[in-house]
């Protein structure tokens, strides 16, 4: 055997195949994820910094509402999605919400084998302080949504806007993120599909303390890449934003630089 035809051999051994298009498939996966927020704030020359970390085990189930093995764009699944743990910690003395009064919480409904939630309910009832509408929703938006018949090459941008207003504290955030198929890989043993996700996003916010008012506006990035496997099992991800904020206060300019890593993995 001559070198060149070897060579080519070798190459196309390390080649994966095309897989095709891409399908979320009935299958029951537990996740851990694991986030950290790093906040540095200057004030009269002087700098703080925090980093509060939060810790979830998460378990979701999904299931075809006919039985099928063959799905198409069109096709419904049911999924369940369960916060089995949560905690938080920070480094600094600062009050943090208590997410645990969510552990325990799961979030049904419908989507689409592409990921598009149709819809979702909660058999939560706490109100102890805690943001409980934002963590359910990103529960029932735990996988990427992808256009129909997504496969390698595919791109694709959303926008997303929030205005929430709760007691004293209202916020207004919007993010465009621009995603796409950029190949298949090996992770974790498996033959995966990649998918980056690349955000800018803007905040503006306002907080009603006593005899003042605090307001917030931040701008910033974000890149995260995830993995899908081609058996249709939501592999994992990675991913960072960096934000740029303004916080004005009684005449006062606190510039605040905030940097937020994540990780999903697949829990065994």
């Known amino acids: 055997m001559n070198a060149v035809r070897l060579s080519a051999l070798l190459l196309a051994a390390g080649t ?18 694991h986030s950290t927020v790093r906040r540095v704030q200057e004030q009269n020359g002087q700098k703080t910094e925090v980093t509060i970390t939060n810790d979830q085990l998460m378990t979701m189930a999904i299931q075809s509402s006919r039985g099928k093995s063959a799905l198409t764009d069109k096709d419904t699944l049911h999924f369940a999605v369960s916060l089995d743990s949560t905690s938080m910690s920070s480094t600094f003395a600062v009050q943090l919400p208590d997410v645990s009064v969510m552990q325990g919480t799961t979030v049904t409904g419908d ?24 963590i359910e929703a990103s529960m029932a938006h735990f996988l ?9 090459g595919t791109s694709w941008t959303d926008t997303a806007k929030t205005n ?3 007691d004293d ?4 955030t919007q993010t465009i993120t621009t995603s796409s198929v950029i190949g298949d890989t090996t992770y974790g043993g498996q033959k995966a599909w990649r998918i980056r996700r ?12 006593t005899n003042q008012v605090v307001s917030s506006d931040g701008n910033g990035t974000g890149d995260a890449m995830y993995y899908i496997g081609s058996n249709g099992v939501y592999l994992g991800s990675t991913s960072m934003q960096k934000m740029n904020i ?7 300019v606190i510039p605040v630089t905030q940097t937020v890593t994540s990780t999903v993995e697949l829990a065994h």
């Open 16 to 33: 994966l195949p095309a897989l095709g298009q891409i399908h979320y498939a009935p299958t029951t996966q537990h996740y851990r994820l």
């Open 111 to 134: 989507m689409r084998p592409t990921g598009e939630v149709l819809n979702f309910k909660s058999d939560t009832t706490t109100k102890d302080g805690v943001d409980r509408e934002s």
């Open 144 to 152: 990427v949504p992808l256009p129909e018949s997504a496969t390698t």
């Open 164 to 166: 929430l207003s709760k």
């Open 169 to 172: 504290y209202s916020i207004q």
């Open 198 to 209: 690349q955000s800018v996003f803007t905040m503006s916010g306002t907080q009603k303390q």
């Open 246 to 252: 303004t916080v004005k206060a009684a005449g006062t």
